[in-house]
Each structure stands twice: as structure tokens, then as C-alpha cells.
Antibody, heavy 118, light 110 residues
Framework: DVQLVESGGGLVQPGGSLRLACAASGLSVSSSYMSWIRQAPGKGLEWVSIIYSGGTTYYTASVKGRFTISRDKSNNSVYLQMDSLRIEDTAVYHC????????????WGPGTTVTVSS | QSVLTQPPSASGTPGQSVAISCSGSTSNIGINYVHWYRRLPGTAPQLLIYRNDQRPSGVPDRFSGSKSGTSASLAISGLRSEDEADYYCAAWDDNLSGGVFGGGTKLTVL
């Protein structure tokens, strides 16, 4: 079975940090294009970041300089290090896979909830 | 304000057809592929259409996509009650160097 499972969410104060993990099975994160997408309460989907199979990374403007996407081939996992968290980062965070560049995200994880609040 | 513009809601009766529009610009839809996702309540998003008009295996041919210029459209024929969901368009934006989603369209089957 092809599967993605996120973990690492939780409650954190503004200015704090969290590291989200996305464990993959049935697919290789190193040969895929792996993204993080979030959905804030009552809002739509928002693209956050992507790491290409070649290692290139991109971020949405609001998280540049605060979030870092990475991957570990040995764990077949993708990570999102989130620093300087803001209240507006509160959302369910999903990881998703594209098998080829710009091919649509065909595998999604169920998501992990991040709540930034004092 | 989303980079891609979708109507917030759409509706139809069982058996009818409905179309959901997605408007962008020359830096996203105009030069890149459009993908469509469906989010059923309580579930992760599902890829419905990729690369403008391609259906992943398992997606019924009731769902079709098209693109013209800086706009795209998702058409659903033979509406069923289980089609009630939120639908999102998405594309890469060359100016932003990032992915962008539409604001989502809530489809109601009356």
C-alpha cells in the first residue's frame, strides 16, 4: 500500500518551534516531489513548500526564512521544521506526493494539527 | 484572497451537470498545468484531474477538466449525492515560484 502519515503536530506558543514528519511507505520520497499543504480552520487549502527529487526547495512567501523542508532517505521521510511560529500558522498540515514534476499530488497523508496559541 | 479564483459555491440536482471555474493569470494557469482536487468531509484531498484534463485511474469519466488561456474548468456530469464536497484547483506560479490553490468551491447536491 502507498501511504503517507504525518506526525509532530501539537500546541505551541507564538515564537516557538515544531518539527513535522511525514513517513512514507510504498513510495520513495527521494525519487518523488514532496509537498506540504495546510488548511487553516474555516479556510481553503494553502500550498506551503516542496522538495524536488533533485533536492531543490521552494516555499510560500509567508513561511520563507521560518520553515525548512528536508528529507531523509534512510527513514524514507520528509520533514518540515517550523520556527518563529505565528498564530496564523495554525492549521492541519498535510504532506503529499507528486510522482513526476507538475503531475498533481496523487498521494496525501491524513494530516497533523498545529495550533499556535498563547 | 487566493491567487486562483473559484466561485465559493455551486449546486445541482442528482443527474444534472455542473461546471466549476478557476481563473488565474499568465504566470500560473496561462503557462502551467492545472490540477483539481476534491475534499470529502473528514478526509484528505483527492486528486481528481491532473495536467488540465487527465483522470487518474479510478476517477470516473463523469469528471472532466479543460483549460483555455488563463482559465480552467472542472465539469461533473450525472451528479450524485456523494459528489457533495469542496473542490480546489491548483497550479504552479512562475512569478511566485510556488504552488497556488483556488479558494475552493463547495458543491451542494440538492
Amino acid at each position: 500500500d502507498v501511504q503517507l502519515v504525518e506526525s509532530g503536530g501539537g500546541l505551541v506558543q507564538p515564537g516557538g518551534s515544531l518539527r513535522l514528519a511525514c513517513a512514507a511507505s510504498g513510495l520513495s520520497v527521494s525519487s518523488s516531489y514532496m509537498s506540504w499543504i495546510r488548511q487553516a480552520p474555516g479556510k481553503g487549502l494553502e500550498w506551503v513548500s516542496i522538495i524536488y527529487s533533485g533536492g531543490t526547495t521552494y516555499y510560500t512567501a509567508s513561511v520563507k526564512g521560518r520553515f525548512t523542508i528536508s528529507r531523509d532517505k534512510s527513514n524514507n521521510s520528509v520533514y518540515l521544521q517550523m520556527d518563529s511560529l505565528r498564530i496564523e500558522d495554525t492549521a492541519v498540515y498535510h504532506c503529499a506526493r507528486e510522482a513526476r514534476l507538475d503531475n498533481g499530488m496523487d498521494v496525501w497523508g491524513p494530516g497533523t494539527t498545529v495550533t499556535v496559541s498563547s | 484572497q487566493s491567487v486562483l479564483t473559484q466561485p465559493p459555491s455551486a449546486s445541482g440536482t442528482p443527474g444534472q451537470s455542473v461546471a466549476i471555474s478557476c481563473s488565474g493569470s499568465t504566470s500560473n494557469i496561462g503557462i502551467n498545468y492545472v490540477h483539481w482536487y476534491r475534499r470529502l468531509p473528514g478526509t484528505a484531498p483527492q486528486l481528481l484531474i491532473y495536467r488540465n484534463d487527465q483522470r487518474p485511474s479510478g476517477v470516473p469519466d463523469r469528471f472532466s477538466g479543460s483549460k483555455s488561456g488563463t482559465s480552467a474548468s472542472l465539469a461533473i456530469s450525472g451528479l450524485r449525492s456523494e459528489d457533495e464536497a469542496d473542490y480546489y484547483c491548483a497550479a504552479w506560479d512562475d512569478n511566485l515560484s510556488g504552488g497556488v490553490f483556488g479558494g475552493g468551491t463547495k458543491l451542494t447536491v440538492l
